[in-house]
């Protein structure tokens, strides 16, 4: 039985609520009631509609970079450079709304070419870390996080440099762009219905990438033996390649949502560090597509929920960072118990 | 020591393994357990030498003590070693230090003790290893020895050797047979598994037959070897009489190509092969047929000279081009290399083929998988994931997955490790195929009596020399092994194939 796919949700099941516990008793030792702060989160995420897009729109970004690390880690590669590829996005997006800002185009259509200018740019940055893995034998890790900082200080240098606002540069960033290159948002909520089809229909189409082509097959022959998957006649280092372009682009794409649907302008932090919590999400849900929508949605929740914690409970929001990690934690220890269990048996 | 099994059960899951054994083995004997692929011969070792632990009330009894192991660390502190059929070593470090990760020692070793310790059990049984060299440069055989020295430092009183005399050369093969001849005299006890029966006769004072997990016979010399054979099959089985070769038109043609790697060179090898043509290449392990298959595969470059395949030149060309002209390479390292792990026996067999558009069609892959699994008798399920397998089977779902049509078949010890059963069956698709597509097979392999039974030529290699191709029907094991040993050679400069 506990081969089966119902073993491995009771052994998650049980991850779940020994996370729960484990934090219980963290806030315990703290001095603050747990079952207080989790009804805080709770209400603080789902309790209102107003609630709700914040956590869709926490939760748009988060899908889009789960839904490109899906592919790269289905090609065994770890892409660290996620979070540089988000802000590259960003960047790309705000270059062409720069580009375009005075033009006679139509502004829906300008919209579109920026987003797109964006995704190229996540790619492109991708390429990078790509590049220097297969040519140059920079494992990805390394080459990722390097590339993460340089993508940092590029964003300050634009900031603070080429498009600083008019009189004084501020870490509130660039200039906001006029209100007619926003995508559209819902009455009174922040969240643009445009920017949640987008995340959504990506993660669509990486399942059935995944599920049912040709493409994902070998990639994922070529994340779990690169040897051999060669022998068996595919193009490898050209598949790894891939995987890292759609991955940048995918991540490009938040990055350009980042600008277009949520700041309206560049700011320094604009990644959020989405890109490491999507990481945690593809290992959270062992690499399968069908489960990133919940888990996505499940951490955006945190995130937001635990925004007032620290003026209703006077606890610290870093609480839903100390939650997601730990429940990684414990779904992998126990994921690492099950196949102890299963071998045995 | 005395070794006592007592009505040994083992069961995985649904399989069980091992079916109420009961053996006895006197100290000072050297026992051999035959049996074929999955009789069972495995896991009872691993009973014996605590890597698993037997089902309760079974027993295992030591000098007529019963004991109980739970790791191969206690099985040791009990005096009973075990010698892999791949040796468990580390080959980037040296060989003392190699030497000194297995014993219980201080934080810091005392290296020259040990050093003095190892030299002296080295000439006791008549090795020689400098221990300041790297274990990598050994091989396959000096590992084995290594290996064999280590366990007798440990204390080991009772060597169980699983599947030794795979992949080391006959005169290793002599060596090792010396040094396990000298164990009885010590009190010792050697317990040699196999499912070679040459070996076994040879060496062993009595043999235990495994069938099915059941001990089926216990027999003493002299041996009567269709017996033997009868016992582990249950019937009666022949390799069968050999099959001249039906040769057409020259595949592949290498003229005057030289390689090159690291360690060897290989100069001016010119050889036609032909449609139907089987070619077997002997040598011991890294003596230059591992990279000669390589650039017949175009994994490795020529350094000069020309390759061509079928009239087309494919000097330098990339191994995905030799593939698209049919040449398929079977590597011997099956799970590192062949296959993919974690993959389904479908998912691979959809690799395999040529893409009809973007997404792949289900029904028809496991429709595929099903035909393939049944007309190469692979035991398992279309969802079975290559991994869960046995040795054998793998070698088949290989073998499933060879392209149509085929020029060329490459194959890096297409047998090792399987029973004869599997081998007569492998060998026959292989040939059927041949015949087929009329393609040529060039295969490697270091059983002897494989090579000359199954080639219609061969080349013999010896430290990045070939042989002029050999016609197999006329040579006898001892040329051979004698040439494969580097006796009997043409003076140099004659070395055209």
């Not at chain 2, 030497?99 to 008549?126: C, H, I, M, V, W």
């Not at chain 2, 060299?133 to 064999?148: A, C, H, M, P």
Request: net charge neutral.
């Amino acid at each position: 039985m506990l081969k089966t796919r119902f073993g491995g949700v009771l052994f998650q099941a049980v991850a779940f609520v020994l996370a729960m516990s484990f934090v219980s008793l963290i806030l315990v030792a703290v001095g603050a009631s747990p079952l207080e702060a989790y009804k805080n989160m709770l209400t603080g995420s789902v309790g209102s509609m107003r609630k709700l897009a914040e956590v869709l729109v926490s939760f748009v970004p988060l899908l889009l970079v789960t839904a490109g690390l899906l592919l790269t880690f289905s090609a065994g590669l770890w892409n660290i450079g996620v979070e540089g590829q988000i802000v590259l996005g960003a960047i790309g997006t705000t270059w062409a709304l720069r580009y375009f800002v005075d033009s006679t185009l139509p502004p829906a259509l300008i919209i579109a070419l920026s987003i797109l200018a964006g995704m190229f740019a996540g790619a492109l940055w991708a390429a990078f870390a790509g590049i220097l893995k297969t040519f140059g034998g920079v494992n990805e890790i390394f080459g990722g996080l390097g590339l993460n900082f340089v993508s940092t200080a590029l964003t300050l240098y634009l900031i603070f440099g080429p498009w600083k606002r008019e009189g004084v540069a501020s870490m509130s960033g660039t200039e906001p762009f006029p209100d007619i290159f926003s995508l559209p948002q819902l009455p009174d909520l922040r969240i643009s219905p445009w920017a949640l089809g987008i995340a959504l229909v990506a993660i669509v189409v990486v399942y059935f990438i995944l599920q049912g082509t040709y493409f994902g097959l070998r990639i994922k022959a070529v994340g779990k033996n690169f040897r051999a998957a060669y022998l068996l006649g595919i193009p490898t280092w050209q598949y790894s390649l891939y995987s890292f372009l759609i991955c940048g682009a995918l991540a490009g794409a938040a990055g350009a949502l980042q600008v277009t649907a949520v700041y309206h302008r560049l700011i320094p932090s604009i990644s959020s560090g989405y890109g490491y919590l999507g990481l945690m999400v593809a290992m959270l849900i062992n690499y399968q597509a069908i489960w990133a929508v919940p888990v996505a949605f499940f951490f955006a929740a945190l995130n937001i929920g635990s925004i007032q914690l620290p003026i209703v409970l006077k606890l610290d929001s870093s609480l839903s960072g100390v939650l997601q990690g730990v429940l990684v934690l414990f779904v992998l220890l126990m994921e690492g118990v099950r196949q102890k269990f299963v071998k045995k048996v | 020591m005395n070794v006592e099994l007592k009505n040994i059960h083992k069961h995985f899951g649904k399989t069980h393994a091992n079916r109420g054994i009961n053996l006895t083995i006197p100290s000072g004997t050297i026992q051999g357990i035959l049996g074929e692929n999955g009789a069972g011969k495995s896991t009872l070792m691993k009973i014996l030498s605590g890597f698993i632990q037997a089902d309760p009330g079974s027993e295992v009894i030591l000098d007529g003590k019963p004991v109980y192991m739970d790791s191969p660390a206690s099985a040791i502190r009990y005096g009973v070693g075990m010698l892999h059929q791949d040796p468990l070593d580390f080959p980037p470090m040296r060989i003392l230090d190699n030497f000194l990760l297995g014993l219980p020692s201080s934080f810091f070793p005392n290296r020259k003790e040990a050093t003095q310790d190892f030299n002296l059990l080295a000439k006791e049984y008549g090795f020689s290893f400098d221990p300041e060299n790297y274990v990598d440069s050994l091989t396959v055989g000096e590992r084995q020895q290594l290996e064999i020295m280590r366990l007798l430092f440990l204390g080991a009183r009772v060597f169980i050797l699983d599947e030794p005399t795979t992949g080391i050369s006959a005169s290793q093969k002599e060596k090792l047979f010396a040094t396990l001849k000298k164990f009885p005299e010590q009190g010792m006890t050697v317990i040699f598994v196999s499912h070679k029966l040459e070996d076994v006769e040879n060496l062993c004072d009595r043999v235990a037959v495994l069938r099915g997990g059941e001990l089926v016979g216990e027999t003493k010399p002299p041996y009567n070897t269709s017996k033997l054979v009868e016992m582990m099959f249950g019937k009666v089985v022949t390799l069968g009489e050999r099959q001249p070769a039906q040769t057409g038109d020259t595949v592949l043609s290498f003229q005057n190509v030289s390689l090159e790697d690291t360690r060897l060179k290989i100069k001016n090898i010119s050889l036609d092969l032909r449609a139907g043509e089987v070619i077997g290449l002997a040598g011991l392990e890294g003596s230059g047929q591992g990279m000669f298959m390589r650039a017949c595969a175009g994994l490795v470059r020529p350094v000069s000279g020309k390759v061509i395949l079928k009239g087309r030149d494919l000097t330098g060309k990339s191994y995905h081009t030799f593939k698209r002209e049919g040449v398929n390479f079977l590597p011997a390292a099956r799970l590192e290399e062949g296959l993919v792990p974690g993959l389904s026996l479908t998912d691979h067999f959809v690799l395999a083929e040529e893409p009809k558009g973007i997404f792949i069609d289900r029904a028809a892959g496991q429709k595929l998988a099903e035909d393939r699994i049944k007309s190469f008798n692979i035991r398992g399920t279309p969802t079975s994931t290559v991994e869960s397998l046995s040795g054998g089977n793998q070698q088949r779902a290989e073998l499933a997955l060879l392209q149509s049509p085929l020029s060329l078949i490459l194959l890096e010890h297409p047998t090792r490790g399987l029973d004869i059963e599997s081998v007569i069956y492998i060998w026959s698709k292989l040939k059927d195929r041949c015949r087929q597509d009329g393609a040529a097979i060039i295969f490697i392999s270091s059983d002897l009596e494989e090579v000359l039974q199954y080639s219609d030529r061969l080349l013999v290699f010896f430290s990045g020399r070939v042989s002029e191709p050999i016609d197999a029907a006329t040579t006898s094991v001892e040329q051979l092994g004698q040439l494969i040993g580097g006796k009997n050679w043409p003076e140099k400069g004659g070395a055209h194939a």
